[in-house]
């Protein structure tokens, strides 16, 4: 595979570039991202031939749009013109930066989506999601008001996040899915028990977030890191006491396969996750051009049987010790019901 290998979101979807930048962590969650090194790490992206850029609008409430649409901007134009926008709405914030729940009502959809082409400066959304589902809103209703903002121009395509096969199947006889966005890396495998046979099935593909497990499997996780307050790592299981050295030994093991293959943990990570299939889109949380470079590099790794056999011997399904979120987060995945 090279950089301008390209994969299909579903079968209605639009073609984009095997791996997608993920943009998050250039605004939020995973401590300080130095401005100026984020927009070029998503210039360079484009310049590499990545299409698919992947944001919300909770992202630091705004800021992540803001940073994405100033990239874009200031981006050749030939390279903007080759980016395809892929927004999440729904996560409720405040202004101390809590979480307060999702709202999928179709017109708070349609007021989500108004703000986010504002601060995007685009005149529409390539593929537009929900980040988690609405409890209190028929899926119906949620993915209704997006099929009316495809209608109208303002979006192209419909993609999920964090669902169920219950919800993926209520939502696709709605309107056409491109993809289901979900975790799934090494160390988190269970959307491969129920839900990837019913998005084959039903001709979806998926955007793979947290393919490094967000940093703790790429390598470069140190066991005596420090994390500041406002980053999601400080309170995610996995990345605690006795569950944190746990999940670094299994990176050890994996370290031993990757010298020996001659690449870095981060790639054969990244490769694992690209390996899974042609419907499997990895999205990268590169904010630097270093690990942007690193991360893409992993396209010219090919694992055969042996080295697959290996790698889930060094780390099996359901290896990680602690779960991928906080209780009160994982309450809200409608994926892990
Ligand atoms: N739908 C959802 O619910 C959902 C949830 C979370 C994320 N997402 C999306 O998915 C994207 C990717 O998720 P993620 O950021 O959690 O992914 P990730 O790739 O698992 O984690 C990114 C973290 O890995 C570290 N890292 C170390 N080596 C790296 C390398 N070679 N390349 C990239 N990162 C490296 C980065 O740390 P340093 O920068 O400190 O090196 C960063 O903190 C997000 O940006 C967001 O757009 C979606």
Not at 11 to 40: K, W
Not at 165 to 183: F, N, V, Y
């Amino acid at each position: 595979m090279t950089t301008t290998t390209t994969r299909s979101l579903g079968t209605t979807g639009p073609e984009v570039s095997a791996l997608g930048l993920g943009c998050m962590g250039m605004s939020a969650l995973y401590g300080h991202a130095d401005r100026a090194e984020s927009i070029a790490t998503v210039h360079a992206a484009l310049e590499a031939g990545v299409t698919l850029l992947d944001t919300g609008d909770f992202y630091a409430m705004g800021h992540n749009e803001l940073l994405v649409g100033e990239a874009l901007r200031t981006a050749p134009a030939a390279r903007r013109e080759q980016a395809l926008l892929s927004v999440k709405f729904g996560a409720l914030r405040d202004p101390d930066g809590g979480w307060s729940g999702y709202d999928g009502r179709p017109a708070a959809v349609k007021n989500f989506a108004a703000y986010s082409l504002q601060r995007l400066g685009v005149d529409h959304i390539d593929v537009y999601r929900i980040a988690r589902l609405d409890p209190d809103v028929p899926i119906e209703e949620t993915v209704g008001a997006i099929a009316e903002l495809i209608e109208k121009g303002h979006v192209r395509h419909i993609g999920l996040s964090e669902v169920g096969a219950e919800t993926i199947r209520r939502a696709a006889a709605t309107a056409p899915i491109a993809d289901l966005q979900i975790e799934y890396s090494l160390i988190s495998r269970g959307v491969e028990r129920k839900i990837l046979p019913v998005i084959r099935e039903l001709g979806i593909s998926v955007t793979a977030y947290g393919v490094l497990a967000r940093g703790l499997i790429s390598g470069h996780f140190g066991r005596d890191r420090q994390l500041a307050k406002d980053d999601f790592r400080a309170y995610s299981p996995r990345f605690q006491g006795d569950n944190l050295h746990h999940n670094l030994d299994l990176v050890d093991a994996l370290r031993k396969l990757a010298e020996q293959k001659g690449v870095s943990v981060a790639q054969l990570a990244i490769a694992w996750v690209l390996s899974r299939g042609e419907d499997i889109v990895p999205l990268i949380g590169a904010r630097t051009r270093e690990r942007l470079a690193e991360s893409l590099g992993a396209l010219d790794v090919t694992l055969d049987e042996a080295e697959l056999a290996a790698i889930e011997a060094a780390v099996p399904a359901d290896a990680a010790a602690g779960e991928r979120y906080a209780a009160a987060a994982m309450a809200h995945l409608d994926s892990e019901r």
